[in-house]
């Protein structure tokens, strides 16, 4: 694996982070209604649940993109809207410049002050050096989000948001993704990630967050929750009884 240009060990400045009485509420629907939940500094974090229950909403307000109605979101005493230089926020449909694949890189890192030699680096780690003169509008559906995830990991971040980064992709694309997603948890990045897949849940989960009309149903170690939930909401979630 190619050193990508940042620590090993991250130091996790801005976690554990602590959630509590979060509201939120659009059109007169209320998407999450008393929220509470602690995370801690490492591993990956699988938010699941149905539709409707909060899960995309709750990672934009995590990212300091939206403000709650009430309550408060603490990253290790930092507020969310503070905290957002040291995170990265992967959407479902990446947004990617006009430009070359290579270009998308160049204009990240240097928006960011971030050496631009990396840049060769992370298209490798990506598997997408030989896509780099190539406008990026012209990547498939699992080759933007690669594009998309080494910007993200271009930022140094902390903390890695993302929002069913594998949905509508072919089986290859998920596994490419679900392997940058591996070693960005290896290298100490905290990964907080939104999926409707149990089999993806079960290969990346250390713990899972089962998110039901707008609170935490269930919060367990992703072996607790996959072979023994706790409620019987996750156990219907798992069992097909509840839509996704």
Same mark, same amino acid.
């Given at each position: 694996?190619?050193?990508?240009?940042?620590?090993?060990?991250?130091?996790?400045?801005?976690?554990?982070?602590?959630?509590?009485?979060?509201?939120?509420?659009?059109?007169?629907? #209320?998407?999450?209604?008393?929220?509470?939940?602690?995370? #801690?500094?490492?591993?990956? #974090? %699988?938010?699941?649940?149905?539709?409707?229950?909060?899960k995309?909403?709750?990672?934009?307000?995590?990212?300091?993109?939206?403000?709650?109605?009430?309550?408060?979101?603490?990253?290790?005493?930092?507020?969310? #809207?503070?905290?957002?230089?040291?995170?990265?926020l992967?959407?479902?449909?990446?947004?990617?410049? @006009?430009?070359?694949?290579?270009?998308?890189?160049?204009?990240?890192?240097?928006?960011?002050?971030?050496?631009?030699?990396? @840049?060769?680096?992370?298209?490798?780690?990506?598997?997408?050096?030989?896509?780099?003169?190539?406008?990026?509008?012209?990547?498939?559906?699992?080759e933007?989000?690669?594009?998309?995830?080494?910007?993200?990991?271009?930022?140094?971040?902390?903390?890695?948001?993302?929002?069913?980064?594998?949905?509508?992709?072919?089986?290859g694309?998920?596994?490419?993704?679900?392997?940058i997603?591996?070693?960005?948890?290896?290298?100490?990045?905290?990964?907080?990630?939104?999926?409707?897949?149990?089999?993806?849940?079960? @290969?990346?989960?250390?713990?899972v967050?089962?998110?039901?009309?707008?609170?935490?149903?269930?919060?367990?170690?992703?072996?607790?929750f996959?072979?023994?939930?706790?409620?019987?909401?996750?156990?219907?979630f798992?069992?097909? @009884?509840?839509? %996704?």
């Amino acid at each position: 694996m190619r050193d990508l240009g940042y620590v090993e060990t991250l130091e996790h400045a801005m976690l554990p982070l602590t959630v509590s009485g979060l509201r939120l509420s659009f059109g007169g629907k #209320t998407v999450l209604d008393g929220l509470d939940l602690s995370l #801690t500094a490492t591993g990956v #974090t %699988v938010i699941m649940g149905p539709n409707g229950a909060g899960k995309s909403q709750f990672l934009k307000l995590l990212h300091g993109l939206i403000a709650p109605d009430a309550g408060q979101i603490d990253w290790n005493g930092t507020p969310a #809207t503070r905290a957002t230089a040291r995170q990265a926020l992967v959407f479902q449909k990446p947004v990617l410049l @006009r430009r070359s694949v290579a270009a998308n890189l160049d204009f990240v890192l240097k928006a960011r002050g971030k050496d631009r030699s990396r @840049r060769d680096a992370l298209l490798d780690h990506v598997g997408l050096s030989d896509k780099a003169r190539q406008p990026a509008r012209r990547l498939s559906g699992g080759e933007a989000q690669r594009l998309a995830l080494a910007r993200a990991l271009a930022l140094d971040p902390e903390v890695l948001l993302l929002d069913e980064p594998t949905a509508s992709l072919d089986p290859g694309s998920v596994l490419a993704i679900e392997a940058i997603i591996r070693d960005a948890r290896t290298r100490g990045v905290k990964v907080i990630l939104v999926t409707h897949d149990p089999g993806q849940a079960r @290969r990346l989960a250390d713990e899972v967050v089962f998110l039901h009309r707008g609170r935490v149903a269930e919060h367990s170690s992703a072996e607790t929750f996959f072979d023994r939930p706790r409620s019987t909401v996750a156990r219907d979630f798992l069992d097909g @009884r509840i839509v %996704v």
